[in-house]
């Protein structure tokens, strides 16, 4: 992927999918109203620890708590990093 960011024990980083411009109907959402997005992929992965064998890697889509993580900007791209519970499901 080109990140120069290694996560460490069971952190994860995870590039944000970006928020919907239109509802299904066709109304056009204003910035200031866009909802956080909790789906994003995973673009690193850390090695674990001895009692925590990671499950996700790189590239798989997820989805994750409204508030999870740590804001990251890196190489003017937004990111998120947190622990690879507070991942809720692998889509």
């Known amino acids: 992927m080109g ?3 290694k996560p460490l024990s069971d952190r994860v980083v ?4 970006a928020a919907e411009n239109k509802t299904a109907s066709g109304i056009i959402i204003p910035e200031t109203a866009k909802e956080k ?3 994003g992929k ?3 992965v850390g090695k ?8 996700v890697k790189e590239g798989d889509t997820v989805l994750y708590g ?3 993580g740590t804001e990251l900007k ?4 937004d990111y998120l990093i947190m622990r690879e519970d507070d991942i809720l499901a692998i889509v």
């Open 37 to 39: 997005p909790q789906k």
């Open 74 to 77: 890196l190489d003017g791209k």
């Open 48 to 55: 674990g620890t001895k009692k925590h064998e990671m499950t």
């Open 14 to 17: 995870i590039e944000p999918v």
């Open 42 to 44: 995973v673009v690193a």
């Open 3 to 5: 990140l120069n960011v």
């Open 66 to 68: 409204k508030y999870a």
